[in-house]
């Protein structure tokens, strides 16, 4: 009773390797089977029920494969993690650049310069300091 989910796992990847497209799974009685057999194969065994699902979803992602792989500007035999990327990211630019280096060190010398940090937004108050905290949440009602 094991053998039929196994060789289901293994045959699905061979047959759609030689053009097989699982076009059978598109139908809902057959959908409907396949999950009839998993919930017969969970009762039965945990073990058997288990292959079963996986089984299925080997049938599932087979015909999904098929169908991808029928779309235009995708060639039959190329699965889709083998596909180039026609558009790669533009390389990072440099890291250092919003550093002001005001000793005229090397970038790279990082620990040697003195680095000068600016306000993004200069018209922002500045906030509470550590002494005045107690009074600020006094202030708001929740000390």
């Known amino acids: 009773m094991e053998a039929a989910p ?5 045959g699905a990847p061979i047959l759609a390797s030689m053009g097989f497209k699982f076009s ?3 139908n809902i009685l057959v959908r409907l ?3 009839g057999a998993v919930i017969y194969a969970i009762q039965k065994d945990t073990l058997l029920g288990l292959l079963t699902l996986l089984a299925v979803v080997t049938l ?3 015909r999904n494969q098929a169908i991808i792989t029928s779309l235009p500007g995708m060639s039959g035999t190329t699965k889709i993690s083998q596909q180039r990327n ?3 990211m533009a390389p990072p630019q440099d890291i250092f650049t919003h550093i002001k280096d005001t000793d005229n060190y090397d970038n790279n010398d990082i620990h040697d310069a003195s680095v000068t940090l600016e306000d993004n937004i200069p018209d922002l108050k ?3 300091t ?3 905290a107690p009074s600020f949440f006094k202030n708001l ?3």
Do not use: K, Q, S, T
Not at 6 to 10: N, R, S
């Open 126 to 128: 500045e906030g509470p």
């Open 60 to 62: 599932l992602v087979e």
């Open 6 to 10: 196994i060789v289901i796992i293994v």
């Open 86 to 88: 026609l558009y790669p």
């Open 24 to 26: 059978f799974v598109e």
């Open 130 to 132: 550590n002494h005045d």
């Open 141 to 143: 009602g929740v000390l």
């Open 33 to 35: 089977l396949m999950v």
